[in-house]
């Protein structure tokens, strides 16, 4: 049975860094492209970035590009998103998700490809 569990979140202040964690369990990974998504209240779910996990390979969204980071160990099966510069507006969710149906990096930010879902970690960025 496929998991996904995310942690590292909380409360940090604008300008702060945060690293969350999805550790991965289940299967092997090394086909798959992991995602991480956030959902604010009353906002539809929006995609972060991607890797793929062999090769290492990322895609961001544009919000997030140069401010976040994603990465992967191969050995502990976990895959990092590294978020700096953070801003009240980066308040959210955060989800990391696991596709088997993604070749092409630019399709990573569908939701609807992704198989495998965590429960989400609260990022909450204060003024």
């Known amino acids: 049975q496929v998991q996904l569990v995310e942690s590292g979140g909380g409360l940090v202040q604008a300008g702060g860094s945060l690293r969350l964690s999805c550790a991965a369990s289940?299967?092997?990974?090394?086909?798959?492209?992991m995602g991480w998504f956030r959902q604010a209240p009353g906002q539809e779910r929006e995609f972060v970035g991607a890797?793929?996990?062999?090769?290492?390979?990322?895609y961001y969204a544009d919000s997030v590009k140069g401010r976040f980071a994603i990465s992967r160990d191969n050995a502990k099966n976990t895959v990092f998103l590294q978020m700096n510069s953070l801003k009240p507006e980066d308040t959210a969710v955060y989800y990391c998700?696991?596709?088997?149906?993604?070749?092409?990096?630019?399709?990573?930010?569908?939701?609807?490809?992704?198989?495998?879902w965590g429960q989400g970690t609260q990022v909450t960025v204060s003024s």
């Open positions: 998700a696991a596709t088997s149906r993604v070749y092409y990096l630019a399709s990573a930010s569908g939701l609807r490809y992704y198989d495998y």
């Open positions: 289940g299967r092997t990974f090394s086909s798959y492209t």
């Open positions: 890797i793929r996990w062999s090769g290492g390979n990322t």
